[in-house]
């Protein structure tokens, strides 16, 4: 498909057009997840700037390298009436509580436009879920794209977590992560991409990123962008295909990450309960090494 269709195809996007019409979406939310740094704003700034014409690069969401990340807050950027991007905040780590947040944005627990603050308990984590429901949203037809820097290499104990959590966003979405490999003159995206691959990943899709100082617009840039979006909406309209209840699948979200949560609780209960014994353990054993001490000299 050339660009100038790929663009005409974006911008005509309608929930509508299906034999089953929209079944009560009436959006399509971009859900850019990833770690810190990765490109998340960035890629928001570059789809924006494809779509419009021009050679002048605004940037709506500010990007640039911050140590312990940059964005806080979750903001939506309309690409189209009809396509919103969200940036959510980036992770540091994959661990138990991080994650759970990023499940939380994904599944719009999280509120648009309220700063994402880790939390690092359970209770702090179902009451987010329960004042969700205060103004609940379930309209939204959720795609997530997860970002990752093509330079980034990945070791084996991190393939399993991300294989994890690919499988977790098919789960909550039904739709298994775009991935878009950033900085793609910098790294071996074509390894990074079979890595992606064996993990499940069914799209990936290399790009680079238009940044204020590399802004000038060129054919396989642009296309590369736009191709995540355009796979985006194939997702979409496949789903679509399908009878959908948009509030029943609210509901599965909401089941899941109560689950999830659950089972963080209870391996941390279980690291708490098996670190307790080994302490235990060792007091014991010094106690016998002292006594053992004191006989002797006796
Ligand atoms: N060369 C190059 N630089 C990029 C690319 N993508 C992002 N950058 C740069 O990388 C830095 C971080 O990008 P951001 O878009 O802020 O990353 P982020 O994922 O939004 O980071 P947080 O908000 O901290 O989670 C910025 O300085 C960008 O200009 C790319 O594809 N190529
Ligand atoms: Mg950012």
Known sequence: MDIKQLKENI??????DGDLGS?????????LLGFTGHGKSSFINSCKYVLEEGEDLTEYAEAKEKQG????VRKAYSLTDRITMIDNRGCKTMDDFERAEVY??????????QE?????NFSDMMAAIENSEMDPNFTDFLVPIFVYRATKLINPTEMEELRTFLDNCVKMTGVVPIIVLTFKTEGDYLEMEKQFRLMGAETVIAIE????????????????????IDSALRNVRFRLEQPRNPRRERIERKKFMYNYIHQIQLHHEKEKHEREISERENKNKKQEEENKGTCSLL
């Open 23 to 31: 079944q009560g979406y009436t959006r399509v939310l971009l859900q």
């Open 69 to 72: 990340g940059l964005t806080m």
């Open 104 to 113: 939380a944005q994904l599944g719009n627990v999280i509120p648009i436009g």
């Open 209 to 228: 990123n238009y940044t204020t100082e590399r802004k000038i617009k060129t054919l396989g840039r642009s296309t590369d962008i736009l191709m995540v």
């Open 116 to 120: 994402v603050n880790w939390k690092t």
């Open 11 to 16: 911008r005509n996007f309608n929930l509508e």
